[in-house]
């Protein structure tokens, strides 16, 4: 029976306390994570660029985000004429809240491995340092991810504009393509932990830096899963959603005031889940050395300084590359990362057979060799003929 | 179900957040909407055709490539957490599932679905080999532009 100790035998009061209290930290913690995320990318893409960035309100412009949202409460907030009202209020809902839900199931704390299964005791009751952990995480995960499209692909379309239904449609178009990718590097993890609970695949990554699925899954689909997750985000260089030059501000030109604030605060509060799932599915979570004392205490802070890594890496990317031309998006998406991604889900479960099995080394990899051969080219026969293909269409038109 | 109790409370508390956060902004923004104000965004221009509701038939095509990603990623996952005990059965079921998915992918790629770009260049160039710098671009006489700077020197002394 896997899932969260605290509910295990019933739930009286005391249970739902904690629980409350859980929520509320996570709740907490994502706003004022949110608010610190958005003065860390401003500040640090100031610092690449050689400017000084946000620094009159607070102490090194600290509290500019809070500024910026207290401002957001006082304007105008305006629909157009052609909007339908219903959909447009309707969609800054579905933004934020699977943002905030995205987040539940993402192990914050607790030491894994060598007899600690990651519990922490509050008021005498067991419970993971994690809002919720269903059977089901990673699923809820990848769910809340697809319904977040909707959240975007509504407000273009609802708000009667002519960008941003276009912004819209090429929106969803990119989450869709890429929530492939996602999906498939995900399986490879599930293939290595064999639960889909997050609990679970960071308890399977305890035990050193060569138990992490970085490692042991061969770099390869955590590099897809960085790709797709940077697409899937809609972060610069996929931003195409947002490409000022062609679409002004993409699906939420027609927002203003506080809606707007909300599908932008929902946009980096999937910053930093992502980057708290990346660090879940491939860095092994909350593992790391305790230095002293506390046990519980500094699992939580590995997790954070390797959640600031990945908003590090998501801020350097959009200081370093030029956004993608729209073909050269899908074809990223479809003809290289999704057969790459297969083939090695296919390649990573064999690999694992064959050490539980102690099957023929020349077999199983020449198998293995062999498929990847002829894949490899139905693709680039595919590839070819496609070109030939829509080169005519072109002539022909 | 006790597990979904903590997603459950989360999600109410982030419907409350955005609706106190409209609520509050209802209460202390300005509403002075104006014909202008309300009309669709257009680059300053005013509005003067319809919206489009139509877009290009090649998202369709994505979305429907798209489903039937989703539908092979769904029968991944059962296979990917019982990989252990299904063994060589699971893997062979699941290359010949994942193959025939594959097929049907390159079977889209070869007709050009999945071609958005920019075709090789059609029409030929439209400047020909004789047109060069030398022939044209007209030369004008040296004396002429001397006289012109000098004119310019004096008019900036006086």
């Given amino acids: ?397 | 179900m006790e597990q979904y109790l903590p997603v459950l409370t989360l999600g109410v508390l982030g419907v409350l957040f955005v609706l106190l956060s409209i609520v509050a902004s209802r209460l202390l923004a300005p509403e002075r909407a104006t014909v202008a104000k309300r009309s669709a965004y257009e680059c300053g221009v005013t509005e003067q055709v319809a919206i489009p509701e139509r877009f290009p038939v090649k998202f369709y095509l994505v979305a429907m490539l798209f489903i039937m990603f989703d539908i092979e990623i769904v029968f991944l996952y059962p296979w990917a957490v019982a990989n252990d005990e299904l063994g060589l059965f699971g893997l062979v079921a699941m290359t010949i599932f994942a193959g025939i998915f594959f097929l049907s992918f390159v079977y889209e790629l070869a007709k050009g679905g999945l071609n958005w770009g920019p075709g090789r260049q059609l029409i030929t160039p439209a400047t020909s080999p004789e047109r060069t710098t030398t022939s044209t671009i007209r030369k004008v006489g040296l004396e002429g532009r001397i006289e012109i700077e000098t004119a310019a020197d004096d008019s900036e002394a006086a």
């Fill in chain 1, 1 to 397: 029976m896997t899932g969260d100790p605290l509910f295990i035998d019933g739930v009286d009061l005391v249970d739902i306390g904690i629980m409350a209290a859980k929520v509320l930290v996570a709740f907490t913690f994502l706003l004022v994570a949110t608010m610190f995320m958005v003065w860390f990318e401003r500040k640090l893409i100031s610092d690449m660029q050689n400017r000084i960035g946000p620094n009159v309100a607070g102490p090194w412009g600290l509290l500019q985000t809070f500024a910026d949202g207290v401002k957001f409460f006082f304007k105008e907030d305006l629909r157009p004429e052609n909007a339908d009202p219903l959909v447009f209020r309707l969609a800054p809902y579905i933004a934020a809240v699977t943002a905030f839900l995205s987040f539940a199931v993402v192990p914050i704390g607790g030491s894994f491995g060598s007899g600690s299964s990651g519990t922490v005791t509050i008021f005498g009751r067991e419970t993971y340092l994690q809002v919720a952990d269903p059977p089901i995480g990673i699923l809820l995960l990848l769910a809340m991810s697809s319904i977040a499209v909707y959240g975007v692909m509504l407000a273009g379309w609802a708000s009667g504009s002519k960008y941003p239904l276009i912004g819209s449609v090429r929106a969803s178009a990119q989450a869709i393509s890429y929530e492939a990718a996602l999906g498939m590097a995900t399986v490879v993890v599930v293939i290595l932990a064999g639960t889909l609970s997050t609990h679970g695949i960071v308890a399977a990554q305890a035990g050193g830096i060569t138990r992490w699925f970085v490692l042991s899954s061969g770099v390869v689909p955590f590099i897809v899963f960085l790709i797709a997750a940077t697409a899937e985000l809609n972060r610069p260089p996929f931003d195409l959603v947002e490409a000022e030059q062609e679409l002004v501000g993409g699906f939420h030109t027609e927002y203003s005031s506080i809606r707007f604030a909300l599908f932008f605060l929902a946009e980096f509060m999937n910053v930093i889940t992502m980057s708290a799932i990346m660090v879940t599915l491939f860095f092994g979570g909350p593992a790391g050395p305790i230095l002293f004392g506390m046990t519980w205490f500094w699992p939580t802070v590995w997790f954070l300084l390797k959640v600031l890594a990945f908003l590090f890496v998501f801020v350097w990317f959009r200081a370093t590359l030029p956004r993608l031309r729209y073909d050269q998006l899908m074809h990223l998406g479809w003809k290289l990362l999704i057969p790459l991604i297969l083939f090695w889900l296919m390649f990573i479960s064999l690999k694992e057979l064959r050490a539980a099995n102690d099957w023929n080394w020349i077999a199983t990899y020449g198998a293995a060799f062999i498929a990847l051969a002829i894949g490899t080219a139905l693709l680039l026969a595919g590839l070819r003929a496609g070109d030939r293909a829509f080169q005519d269409e072109l002539e022909e038109a």
